[in-house]
């Protein structure tokens, strides 16, 4: 991957390239903050921290619970379709989860 057009990056080591580089362009930006994110997002997609997350059916559950209104959201909030759930109860990685059901609209 190509750092803005001027270093070639390996995939693996990007998202910590860019943090170097935009801390360096933009000497304000929160290092620390940003760096945990990353950090916390790695330990996400090894699947170290889904032991703090609900199981599917728990979040199913909250989501059918969840009134959109009552926050203002009116038709903007999309409850994630049941029969799309596994009902074994098991625990899926968030980002699988969210892009089982999400069709990109091309122009």
Do not use: N, W
Not at 35 to 59: I, M
Not at 85 to 93: A, E, I, K, S, V
Request: glycine share 8%; hydrophobic share 45%.
């Amino acid at each position: 991957r190509s750092l803005f057009g001027m270093i070639d990056v390996p995939s693996r080591y990007y998202p910590l390239a860019a943090l170097v580089a935009m801390q360096v362009v933009v000497p304000s930006v929160s290092f620390l903050g940003h760096l945990s994110g990353l950090l916390v997002g790695a330990l996400e997609y090894y699947g170290l921290v889904v032991f703090l997350l609900p199981s599917t059916a728990t979040a199913a559950r909250l989501d059918s619970r969840f009134d959109p209104a009552r926050f203002g959201l009116g038709d903007l909030y999309v409850a994630a379709p049941p029969d799309q759930q596994p009902t074994d109860g098991r625990r899926r990685r968030p980002l699988d989860a969210v892009c089982d059901g999400v069709k990109v609209a091309r122009q």
